[in-house]
């Protein structure tokens, strides 16, 4: 018989954010506004880290007109 084995798949914590804007010089390398602006303009209110990088890199490289 094969035994299947769980895969122990950890779920990342999610934050608000605000928390996330507060540490987004630790987590993402820019200031608390560009976090903040990047996070209303995506709409987020509650994310992972992770979602939450890739939201800021993304604004970060728009371009400013």
Same mark, same amino acid.
């Given at each position: 018989?094969?035994?299947?084995?769980?895969?122990? $798949?950890? =779920?990342?914590?999610?934050?608000? =954010?605000? +928390? /996330?804007?507060?540490?987004?010089?630790? /987590?993402?390398? $820019?200031?608390?506004?560009?976090?903040? =602006? =990047? /996070?209303?303009?995506?709409?987020?209110?509650?994310?992972? $880290?992770?979602?939450?990088?890739?939201? $800021?890199?993304?604004?970060?490289?728009? +371009?400013?007109?």
């Amino acid at each position: 018989k094969a035994v299947a084995k769980a895969a122990h $798949v950890q =779920a990342e914590s999610v934050y608000t =954010a605000e +928390e /996330l804007a507060a540490n987004a010089g630790k /987590l993402f390398g $820019v200031r608390t506004e560009c976090a903040a =602006a =990047a /996070l209303k303009a995506a709409g987020i209110k509650e994310c992972t $880290v992770s979602k939450a990088g890739e939201t $800021v890199k993304t604004f970060m490289k728009k +371009e400013v007109r």
